[in-house]
T-cell receptor, first 112, second 114 residues
């Protein structure tokens, strides 16, 4: 069964600290993996997209890694800011690539 | 990239009524997706709307409950019919990028059914 699991479900950290969010997937055939940020009351916004051949991609303070062998991805946030408070969703594309599965998300709260 | 707007941004509706949600894209796109996001949950695909053809619904979603129109390449509507409190969700439309795996989302419509 195609699945995308994220951990932790929620996370609270202090402003300025780093954190890492995890995504494990069992999807076949794999096409791509995306991380989205969703602010409360907004639609998701793409942070990174990686295909099978890419194992890391950065977008400012956000760095995503992909291990296609273990089917794991992580999103590392450096020097967190209050504006990083949001849900982070891992999305995996598979089959014809127009098919995607959403993880349940990690709700991140940054405290001053 | 694509800029997507949705109307209304939120609404409170009574049980048994229907609500039509509009989605406008600033560029022509072949495919448009409609998603539902229930409280505390991630997104679930309702249907894919292609211009000039019937929408394709995912398992668990039917046309009678969620009729979709796609009159042109920049616009679509989703109607939530005969609403019940279980329909209280955020409804989002989305379009894929033509050249990459990117997908753009509208701001969502927050629906509360009382």
């Amino acid at each position: 069964k195609n699945q995308v699991e994220q951990s932790p479900q929620s996370l609270i950290i202090l402003e300025g600290k780093n954190c890492t969010l995890q995504c494990n997937y069992t999807v076949s055939p794999f096409s791509n993996l995306r991380w989205y940020k969703q602010d409360t009351g907004r639609g998701p916004v793409s942070l990174t997209i990686m295909t099978f051949s890419e194992n890391t991609k950065s977008n400012g303070r956000y760095t995503a890694t992909l291990d296609a062998d273990t089917k794991q991805s992580s999103l590392h946030i450096t020097a967190s800011q209050l504006s990083d408070s949001a849900s982070y969703i891992c999305v995996v594309g598979y089959s014809s690539a127009s098919k995607i599965i959403f993880g349940s998300g990690t709700r991140l709260s940054i405290r001053p | 990239s694509a800029v997507i707007s949705q109307k209304p941004s939120r609404d409170i509706c009574q049980r048994g009524t229907s609500l039509t949600i509009q989605c406008q894209v600033d560029s022509q796109v072949t495919m448009m997706f409609w998603y539902r996001q229930q409280p505390g949950q991630s997104l679930t695909l309702i249907a894919t709307a292609n211009q000039g053809s019937e929408a394709t619904y995912e398992s668990g979603f039917v046309i009678d409950k969620f009729p979709i129109s796609r009159p042109n390449l920049t616009f679509s509507t989703l109607t939530v019919s005969n609403m019940s409190p279980e329909d209280s969700s955020i409804y989002l439309c989305s379009v894929p990028d033509r050249d990459t795996y990117e997908q753009y989302f509208g701001p969502g419509t927050r629906l509360t059914v009382t």
